[in-house]
T-cell receptor, first 110, second 115 residues
Framework: GQNIDQPTEMTATEGAIVQINCTYQTSGFNGLFWYQQHAGEAPTFLSYNVLDGLEEKGRFSSFLSRSKGYSYLLLKELQMKDSASYLCAVRDEYGNKLVFGAGTILRVKS | DAEITQSPRHKITETGRQVTLACHQTWNHNNMFWYRQDLGHGLRLIHYSYGVQDTNKGEVSDGYSVSRSNTEDLPLTLESAASSQTSVYFC??????????????FGDGTRLSIL
């Protein structure tokens, strides 16, 4: 089976840096994805990690440690529009299925 | 531009009725998925398909069925709607065979209320 844990909610200030953690326990692993979901909208793809280390994409970075079953999403220079839910998802080793965590609601305040 | 569309966007129905939600993608993706999203549970997989005539049960498949007669469409049917199936339903598609950076792309969702 697969178990994915994320904090339920986080609050941060505009312009700051925030780190959203994700821990997973899975029977297999073939990549980890982060998605952003604004209220009432569809999830949109942010980042992908399959090897250990940091992947940087503009203001967003994602880190993976496979030995620790741990990932984080780092958001820099926070903007009000970053207020959203952030979903961590692990792909299984057999195909394209994703198992999602419950998501972390990020609130950015001015 | 290629896209994935769901219809209807909103639906209200009564318990016991059969309901079908449509999902259509123009990316020519082999892989298609149906999820439901409820508060506190995140996205949970209902059914998925890796190609024409292929369908598989996901984590929460009871009371739901799908069929894949072509590459573009994966309709989701609720055989006899129950109030517990009130939820937001998302369809997604992806390319490839599970290797590399091939994310799932999501439709805009269908909000289904069963009274």
């Amino acid at each position: 089976g697969q178990n994915i844990d994320q904090p339920t909610e986080m609050t941060a200030t505009e312009g700051a840096i925030v780190q959203i953690n994700c821990t997973y326990q899975t029977s297999g692993f073939n990549g980890l994805f982060w998605y952003q979901q604004h209220a009432g909208e569809a999830p949109t793809f942010l980042s992908y990690n399959v090897l250990d280390g940091l992947e940087e994409k503009g203001r967003f970075s994602s880190f993976l440690s496979r030995s620790k079953g741990y990932s984080y999403l780092l958001l820099k220079e926070l903007q009000m529009k970053d207020s959203a839910s952030y979903l961590c998802a692990v792909r299984d080793e057999y195909g394209n299925k994703l198992v999602f965590g419950a998501g972390t609601i990020l609130r950015v305040k001015s | 531009d290629a896209e994935i569309t769901q219809s209807p966007r909103h639906k209200i129905t009564e318990t016991g009725r059969q309901v079908t939600l449509a999902c259509h993608q123009t990316w020519n993706h082999n892989n298609m998925f149906w999820y439901r999203q409820d508060l506190g549970h995140g996205l949970r997989l209902i059914h998925y398909s890796y190609g024409v005539q292929d369908t598989n049960k996901g984590e929460v498949s009871d009371g739901y069925s799908v069929s894949r007669s072509n590459t573009e469409d994966l309709p989701l049917t609720l055989e006899s709607a129950a109030s517990s199936q009130t939820s937001v339903y998302f369809c997604a598609s992806s390319a490839g065979t599970g290797e590399g950076n091939q994310p799932q792309h999501f439709g805009d969702g269908t909000r289904l209320s069963i009274l």
